[in-house]
């Protein structure tokens, strides 16, 4: 049963930069799609970033350009680098892994294994 946890979340000035890492065990990185999403009280869990077991990275519109979704097979690592950091990036980040077909990696429910998740704080 593959598992993933996330770390690297914090507090950060806007503007400023996070790298957060998804830490996979009980299977590799590229026998899955390793995607984020986030969550704040008030939005359902919206996509930020996947990178599918195929090698192709897919972003949010809101992060393209700023956000950078890496894959290391070797360490068995996804990592998502936040640069220009804004208030409205501020949410609970979490990682999933699935096998969800190429239309449905945005979608939640397509992944079945979750990551407890990591605060990102952005202050203005």
């Known amino acids: 049963q593959v598992q993933v946890a996330e770390s690297g979340g914090g507090v950060v000035q806007a503007g400023g930069s996070l790298r957060l890492t998804c830490t996979i065990s009980?299977?590799?990185?590229?026998?899955?799609?390793i995607t984020w999403f986030r969550q704040t009280p008030e939005k359902e869990r919206e996509f930020v970033a996947a990178?599918?077991?195929?090698?192709?990275?897919h972003y949010t519109d809101s992060v393209k350009g700023r956000f950078t979704i890496s894959r290391d097979n070797a360490k068995n690592m996804v990592t998502l680098q936040m640069n220009s950091l804004k208030p409205e990036d501020a949410a609970v980040y979490y990682c999933?892994?699935?096998?969800?077909?190429?239309?449905?990696?945005?979608?939640?429910?397509?992944?079945?294994?979750w990551g407890q998740g990591t605060q990102v704080t952005v202050s203005s």
């Open positions: 999933a892994a699935g096998r969800p077909i190429l239309s449905a990696i945005t979608t939640p429910n397509m992944y079945y294994t």
């Open positions: 009980g299977g590799t990185t590229s026998g899955y799609t």
């Open positions: 990178f599918r077991a195929t090698g192709t990275r």
